[in-house]
């Protein structure tokens, strides 16, 4: 709990996807449906992945929640090694060129500035470990995790399930945890569903943000950063 | 404070000034425990090593040769340096020997001294290909184990550590106990009995009546007459010489199949999946009929693989283990049959080294247990499905890093290895099938039609030889990748708890994936997979040669009388002299 004087540790939230990497819920998906054990389960799994992709755009625009459960069902009956080396696979092919200077330029000024960096992520915990550790300095990252059984994932993701509404929630819980002054903390973001958390903290900034983030930005007074055009 | 473990052994002072006999040193287990022993149990007394001179050179100069070129004593010599061939002539004694011929092929006065001095004699040796001729089977796994009992029972006070393996228990389903059942049969046919003796003496009756038949006259007329036929369809003009020549062979060849043949035979009738196991466990029970008489504990590993940690990570030299079938995994065929959900049951050489050591102490401290299962299924279980996805995806690591064609890197890497039931339309059976049918279409054409298509015919030849080779590879497989389900109970070693942590037992620390993809799989691919594809491993040697000195005349050369055995009962412990394959002992550790 915090010490109540005025020292509080604040923290500098980052939405990874947009504003540390270009890649989501769903790219992740198709690379770990394609890496499936035989031809069999990965026509199925991609079948089922590309059924997905739409709606996870229209739910995607509202609150993720139930968009990145979807995504991830076709993990379901995967091995937990495959997961972890496609995982690594995944960070090596694809993420790993397409992590954001600008936003690692903004991960350093919130360091310097005396912030706690935090990563907030719909990914699953064995992409974002890589990520991690590729970025350094990274105090904490809270991501999706998948429900394990017998070695196989179930499908299904473990609550809190990052990306929804909740986030806020779950904000409010981590400041009292960690002790941080959400007042003085600040939350970068780059997607409508992720308003809600930058609300609940004393500085937000839009990083690359999509149609309804923009408009919430320029209504809201927070400052927009487009690195990334 | 705290109660001291009464289970807690120290290792240094158990083996202080002891005297070890091991056999089978110069194999992948025997190795592994002689680098240990040296490096970590410097009180050892003395520590022979019983090896078997081959033409022209004696044991000492291949043990110098193992010890300066064999990858597994790079730690040795990292630590010793130069000072190693001293400290071998210290503590090393390298016997001429042959484990099977009575009195392991040693000069009575070196028995003598062996039987005044020795404590404990670990015994390594063995033959551990699954399907091997009967004969050399028989002398090297029974035969073998039965002149070392004899030692030891001759000996002032030496006790034995029997080295099996966990599938003695043969065709089983379940848990396996650490304890050993006289007279073990997995199974007995109804209204029949088992009895080790009586069936070592009626294989041995029968491998000598097939090796009778193939060596009579009418058999070889009968070959030369169908390798004459063979030929004449293919050649013309001088053909003599090529037909003795081809019919010496298909003899030698033949005889070798039925020897094969008849042990598998008889190991499937008792329950065995193989001649190996079914030897292992002969011995086992013949030992144990000694139990009274000589101080004995058996050690059961399962599958030997690499080393987790000592010499090296990935270190391994196994060619029985997963190696052949993690080798078919990586190529284009990709049907295995197997049940994903059954055990499989490895355990990494130095953690069955340790377990040696351990045990071995305890057998000297009289607190042994009569078993010991060096097994991980019981306490960090592994399934069959999930080590052959780790095989799959350590194969497309590698394909997809250092793949030498685009073909390799995009699609061998993703070229998935599959378990299936036996009966998949795919399996190996069916696919020979086909090809046996190409083959007898092809035997149908007119001659002058068949000389055009040699090419096709030859291609045709070759796949099918190579499904051939599958074909047997999966079916010694099948046994313990589909057929059974041993769980073994693994316990007994826990009773003596080394107080050097660094020796200590413990396979429940293992994390399976990290030991398949960036151990196990590395070393099969460094160590073993050349030698499947006909190519030498990478070499080594150490930058100090290890030169012994010439060994002392022996002191006590005046000829006495060798003691005798106790006598035993009818029928009991004593092998024919091997006549054929004697020279087959000592291939390799259990």
């Known amino acids: 709990m915090s010490s109540g004087n005025g020292s509080r540790v604040t923290a500098a939230f980052f939405r990874v996807e ?43 625009q509202n609150d993720r929640t139930l968009a990145n459960r979807l995504a991830y069902l076709p993990l379901r009956n995967m091995g ?29 000024q919130a360091r310097r500035g ?72 600040v939350v970068y973001a780059a997607h409508g569903p992720d308003m809600l958390l930058m609300s609940s903290v004393g500085e937000a900034c839009a990083v690359n943000p999509d149609f309804t983030l923009r408009r919430a930005a320029r209504e809201s007074d927070w400052p927009i950063v487009d690195y990334d055009v | 404070m705290s109660e001291p473990n009464s289970n807690a052994i120290s290792l240094r002072e158990s083996y202080a000034g002891k005297h070890v006999l091991i056999t089978g040193a110069s194999g992948f287990l025997g190795k592994v425990w002689l680098g240990l022993m040296l490096e970590r149990i410097e009180e050892i007394g003395r520590i022979y090593v019983l090896l078997r001179p081959r033409a022209l050179v004696p044991a000492q100069k291949r043990f110098e040769k193992m010890m300066t070129t064999s990858p597994a004593m790079r730690t040795l010599h990292e630590r010793f340096g130069s000072g190693l061939s001293q400290l071998l002539d210290d503590k090393v004694e ?24 020795l404590d404990l004699i670990v015994h390594c040796a063995g033959l551990v290909d699954f399907n091997p001729d009967l004969r050399k089977a028989i002398a090297s796994n029974v035969d073998a184990t039965m002149y070392v009992a004899d030692m030891v029972e001759r000996s002032d006070h030496a006790a034995l550590l029997h080295i099996s393996t966990c599938y003695v228990a043969g065709s089983r389903y379940g848990q396996v106990r650490e304890d050993v059942i006289p007279e073990y049969a997995p199974e007995v046919p109804e209204g029949e009995t088992f009895d080790a003796m009586a069936e070592i003496e009626e294989a041995r009756a029968a491998a000598e009546a097939i090796r009778a038949k193939h060596e009579s006259a009418e058999h070889r007329d009968a070959v030369q007459a169908e390798v004459a036929e063979i030929v004449s369809k293919r050649r013309s003009g001088e053909r003599s010489r090529l037909i003795r020549s081809m019919t010496r062979r298909r003899l030698r060849e033949d005889l070798k199949q039925a020897l094969v043949d008849e042990g598998m035979e008889r190991a499937k009738r008792w329950g065995w999946p193989n001649t190996y196991t079914y030897t292992k466990s002969i011995a086992e029970s013949l030992l144990w009929r000694r139990r009274d008489r000589i101080r004995v504990s058996i050690l059961r590993p399962s599958i030997v693989e690499s080393a987790v940690s000592y010499p090296f990570p990935g270190w391994n030299e196994s060619f029985n283990g997963s190696a052949p079938l993690a080798y078919v995994m990586g190529t284009w065929f990709r049907i295995v049959p197997a049940n994903p959900d059954a055990p ?27 078993v010991y299962h060096i097994a991980s299924s019981d306490r960090n279980r592994i399934s069959v499905g999930r080590a052959a996805d780790l095989i799959v995806l350590a194969h497309r690591r590698h394909y997809r890093a250092r793949g030498r064609s685009r073909s390799e890197r995009v699609f061998k890497s993703r070229w998935d290895a599959v378990l299936t039931e036996p009966e998949d339309a ?13 083959l007898e279409g092809l035997d149908l054409l007119p001659d002058k039609w068949l000389t055009k298509a040699r090419k096709l015919v030859d291609r045709t030849e070759r796949t099918d030889k190579r499904l051939a080779e599958l074909e047997n590879l999966v079916g010694l497989y099948k046994p313990f990748m589909y057929d059974c389900f041993y769980v073994f109970e693994s316990n007994a070693i826990d009773r003596t708890v080394p107080e050097e942590t660094s020796l200590q037992f413990a396979p429940e620390k293992l994390d399976w994936r990290r030991y398949w993809l960036d151990v196990h799989m590395p070393g099969l691919r460094r160590w073993a997979f050349p030698l499947i594809d006909g190519k030498r491993p990478e070499r080594w040697r150490a930058p100090h040669p290890v030169r012994l000195s010439a060994l002392p005349p022996p002191p006590d050369a005046t000829p006495e009388p060798l003691p005798k055995p106790a006598a035993k009962p009818q029928g009991e412990d004593k092998p024919a002299s091997a006549k054929s394959g004697s020279r087959a002992a000592q291939a390799s550790e259990g």
């Open chain 1, 18 to 60: 947009g504003t540390l990497v270009r890649r989501g819920a769903i790219s992740a998906a198709a690379y770990f449906a394609a890496g499936g054990a035989g031809f069999a389960e990965r026509a199925f799994k991609l079948g089922q992945v590309a059924l997905t992709a739409p709606v996870y755009s229209l739910l995607g």
């Open chain 1, 80 to 108: 937990e090694d495959r997961i972890a080396e496609l995982a690594e696979e995944y960070f090596e092919d694809i993420l790993r060129e397409r992590v954001l200077e600008g936003g690692v330029e903004l991960m350093r």
């Open chain 1, 114 to 185: 005396g912030h706690r960096v935090v990563l907030l992520s719909d990914g699953l915990e064995q992409v974002m470990q890589p990520l991690v550790t590729h970025l350094r300095r990274v105090d904490d990252c809270v991501c999706n995790r998948l429900e394990l059984r017998d070695g196989r994932a179930t499908g299904k993701l473990l609550d809190p399930v990052i990306g929804g509404h909740d986030s806020a929630r779950w904000a409010r819980r981590y400041a009292e945890e960690h002790g941080i002054d959400l007042a003085g903390s």
């Open chain 2, 94 to 117: 390298v016997l001429d020997g042959e484990l099977s011929e009575p009195g392991l092929g040693l000069p009575d006065v070196t028995q003598r001294r062996l039987m005044r001095d």
């Open chain 2, 344 to 370: 499989f049951d490895v355990i990494p050489v130095d953690m069955v080294a340790k377990a040696m050591i351990i045990s071995g102490a305890a057998v000297i401290e009289e607190r042994h247990a009569p």
């Open chain 2, 426 to 438: 795919m399996a190996v059976d069916r696919n020979r099938a086909v090809v046996q049918g190409v």
